[in-house]
């Protein structure tokens, strides 16, 4: 069973940065494409970004030029990386992992985390 553990949120005033990370348990996640999917409160969980093995990416139009998903395979790690934060982009952080292409739905993703917390204030 594929576990995944977010880390890097935290509060931080609009305009700033901060780099989440995806660490997974098991190696055999280096073949799956991986993404991060974020939930503010009283909304639906939305797609942001996705990574192939390959380092295929594709992004949400309200990210876009903002964030930037990487994996570093050897480590079996994902991470975004969210400058020019906007309040807009509080919510909580989900890492997941799926064995399809480049997914954007989260019913294609098998795996998940349990979250970080990104908090912009403005």
């Known amino acids: 069973q594929v576990q995944l553990a977010e880390s890097g949120g935290g509060l931080v005033q609009a305009g700033g940065s901060l780099r989440l990370s995806c660490a997974a348990s098991e190696r055999s996640i280096s073949v799956f494409s991986m993404a991060w999917f974020r939930q503010a409160p009283g909304m639906e969980r939305e797609f942001v970004a996705t990574?192939?093995?390959?380092?295929?990416?594709f992004y949400a139009d309200s990210v876009k030029g903002r964030f930037t998903i990487s994996r570093d395979n050897a480590k079996i790690t994902a991470y975004l990386q969210m400058n020019s934060l906007k309040p807009e982009d509080t919510a909580l952080y989900y890492c997941a992992a799926s064995s399809k292409f480049r997914p954007t739905s989260s019913y294609e993703y098998p795996y998940w985390g349990q979250g970080t917390q990104v908090t912009v204030s403005s």
């Open positions: 990574i192939t093995v390959t380092g295929s990416s």
